[in-house]
């Protein structure tokens, strides 16, 4: 009677297993890629409908998601806007921010007044809708708008609406200037809505025809209980991204990949 021999012969399984490897590897580089992606596309819809007046800044400091290794994904929020992830507890001066050429936003810069002082003329934009309206201080900023269509109704004037001449083409310039009585914010200032001017200007970029209702105010050195912005909470986007993310590679991703590869 012959021997019987059990031949064990791995070779087929480990290649098997080998195989699965490339493919397991293949399908995480590729799930891991897509859910940076995704990520990022949720923390652009969080801060579309979760911020107003920051919106613009915090948008345009948000980094598409970036590929550091073949696992290894980044999201970046630029140092600028760090502020409105991360909130401010405290109430600020805005001063210095205002009268640094180099951080100030817009063509008016900072200038040096005869008394040695830095000054600088703010535009503040007192036609907002409400998707512009600060996230802290809405029901404020809607009572000064309210304040204004109100005035510019008894006055037959538009808010939004372009002023048209006998033509019917758009006019242009500065159309109207008004005091409306309004809240004085801080000891000294300014009423908010003194001194409204509305312009109609053709757009640098796109040669559209923009209406603006704006007021001018003067930013200057040595000013104390001026210009102090209220402490802003934070919008913890990314913190929310991160537990996002999780749930998705554990519920959604990762048992997709385990199931095609069974």
């Known amino acids: 009677m012959s021997e019987i021999v059990l031949n064990l012969d791995m070779g087929p399984l480990i290649d ?33 409908n979760k911020l107003h007046s920051f919106r613009e800044g915090y948008l345009e400091n948000l980094m598409d998601a970036e590929q550091l290794d ?15 992830e991360l909130g401010i507890p405290q109430p600020y001066s805005m001063k210095p921010g205002l009268l640094d050429n180099k951080k100030a936003k817009g063509p008016i810069k900072s200038q040096v007044g005869k008394d040695g002082k830095k000054y600088r003329i703010i535009p503040m934009n007192q036609g907002k809708v409400p998707s512009e309206l600060s996230r802290n201080n809405s029901g404020y900023e809607q009572n000064m708008i309210n304040l204004v269509k109100s005035e510019l109704r008894k006055r037959d004037i538009p808010y939004k609406k372009l002023e048209l001449d006998k033509n ?49 105010r003067t930013v200057k050195e040595g000013e104390d209980g001026k210009w102090i912005h209220p402490a802003v909470e934070a919008s913890n986007f990314f913190k929310d991204a991160k537990t996002w993310a999780e749930t998705e590679w554990e519920t959604k991703i990762l048992p997709m990949i385990l199931d095609k590869n069974k």
């Open 16 to 48: 098997r297993l080998d195989q699965m490897k490339d493919s397991i590897q293949k399908d995480v580089e590729r799930g891991v890629g897509a859910l940076a992606k995704s990520t990022h596309e949720h923390i652009k819809k969080q801060a579309q």
């Open 70 to 84: 073949k696992n290894l994904w980044v999201i970046t929020l630029n140092k600028d806007a760090a502020w409105i």
């Open 168 to 216: 019917g083409s758009p006019r242009t310039g500065k159309l109207h200037t008004l005091d409306i009585d309004s809240h004085t914010p801080g000891k000294g200032n300014t009423p908010q809505l003194q001194g409204i001017n509305i312009y109609q200007t053709a757009n640098k970029k796109t040669g559209k025809i923009e209406r603006n209702i704006t007021t001018f």
